[in-house]
């Protein structure tokens, strides 16, 4: 079944401590993507990448970091967690055209986190 | 700078059609895209348009005129299940793909 798998599905951490949220795709797809959804403010861009070692930031970076080393794979890291980067969690991943456009975007099921 | 706007919250009874409306000013386009978001739930895509015009697919349509920047969704025999959050997204024209995504409405189908 074509997916997009994240991991943990729910997660509460301190302020400060290093957290990993995984992000798996097996549909081959060269376009990951990271975004977060807040009450208000809907879905924005955290960071993306266009191809394996290729990321760049998206609109709201600041607190993240990301890593594409292979291209199923796409970690959102976050080295010190504070309570403003509670939030629900999204990877997306899609298909480039060979203009190098993505099309639509398949979603992860999402992580919430909670920093206390 | 972009901007999408939809309405905050819409309430429709079950069996009826509803029309949720999109409007964008973003500084590049590449197609339009619905989503469907059940609360916590990953969104799932419902339609896309591109060109002027509409998309018809099931109990669900999609209509897009670019030069007034505006979209609407419509649903018709709408089902409870139907409760759940549209979200309005622009693809972005510019180098980096992305899709802007309007805040959602936030669907109620009463019996």
């Known amino acids: 079944e074509a997916q997009v798998t994240q991991n943990p599905r729910y997660l509460i951490t301190v302020t400060g401590k290093k957290l990993t949220v995984t992000c798996s795709q097996n549909m081959n797809h060269e376009y990951m993507s990271w975004y977060r959804q807040d009450p208000g403010l809907g879905l924005r861009q955290i960071y993306y990448?266009?191809?394996?070692?290729?990321?760049d930031k998206g609109d709201v970076p600041e607190g993240y970091k990301v890593s594409r080393k292979e291209k199923r794979n796409f970690p959102l890291i976050l080295e010190s967690p504070s309570p403003n980067q509670t939030s629900l969690y999204f990877c997306?991943?899609?298909?480039?055209?060979?203009?190098?456009?993505?099309?639509?975007?398949?979603f992860g099921s999402g992580t919430r986190l909670t920093v206390v | 700078g972009q901007n999408i706007d939809q309405p905050t919250e819409m309430t429709a009874t079950e069996g009826a059609i509803v029309q949720i409306n999109c409007t964008y000013q973003t500084s590049g386009f590449n197609g339009l895209f619905w989503y469907q978001q059940h609360a916590g739930e990953a969104p799932t895509f419902l339609s896309y348009?591109?060109?002027?015009g509409l998309e018809e697919k099931g109990r669900f349509s999609s209509f897009l005129s670019r030069s007034k920047g505006y979209s609407y969704l419509l649903l018709k025999e709408l089902q409870m299940k139907d409760s759940a959050s549209y979200l309005c997204a622009v693809r972005d024209g510019g180098a980096t793909n992305k899709l802007i995504f309007g805040t959602g409405t936030l669907l109620a189908v009463q019996p």
């Open positions: 990448s266009m191809n394996v070692e290729v990321t």
């Open positions: 997306a991943s899609s298909g480039l055209s060979v203009l190098g456009r993505a099309y639509g975007y398949t």
């Open positions: 348009n591109v060109l002027d």
